[in-house]
């Protein structure tokens, strides 16, 4: 049986979901400017915006962003099995999972989106602070790694495109 997916088909449905999750485009992009803008002289959100829409294109990226999104999901609703409800829904600091599938996405631009990543899970700048905020009920143990990737995916690519243009 042949049961090929169309990208677009997981495009668009990862799209939807951050959006159904609180995050925008824009949210991501502010993180990026906040990683970027002392390294490039009249950086614009526009420039920001433009990384985070072509990062989004990456199939790496879907998945991760489909997979982790699923899984807060369902940990928010309780439908997943012992011990990984409890691990996921308390956010357990040594499960490591959502890193992992974070470092999926920091991985398609190369090394320097390790440094961002870490740098930016650390200071939780923007959107992240409000995804961690655990008083909301809402559950984004992975969804927080995956925003915090995006934006460092995002920035390698600006930084990238601002070596090539030299
Ligand atoms: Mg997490």
Redesign the pocket.
């Known amino acids: 049986m042949d049961k090929k997916l169309e990208q677009s088909v997981l495009e668009k449905k990862a799209r939807e979901l951050l959006v159904e999750r609180g995050v925008t485009l824009k949210d991501i992009a502010e993180l990026v400017y906040y990683l970027q803008s002392k390294y490039h002289e009249n950086l614009s959100m526009d420039d920001c915006l433009y990384n985070v829409d072509r990062v989004l294109e990456k199939r790496e990226v879907q998945n991760a962003i489909l997979t982790g999104i699923q899984l807060d999901k369902l940990a928010e609703k309780k439908m997943l099995e012992e011990p990984l409800q409890t691990t996921i829904e308390i956010?357990e600091g040594l499960y490591g999972v959502?890193?992992i599938i974070a470092f999926s996405i920091v991985n398609v631009y190369g090394s320097i989106g390790f440094t961002n990543y870490g740098y930016i899970d650390k200071q939780k700048p923007g959107i992240l602070q409000r995804l961690n905020d655990k008083s909301t009920g809402e559950c984004?143990?992975?969804l927080?790694?995956i925003v915090g990737a995006i934006a460092a995916a995002a920035s390698s690519r600006l930084a990238h495109a601002a070596e090539d243009a030299k």
């Open positions: 956010d959502d890193e984004h143990t992975f927080d790694d």
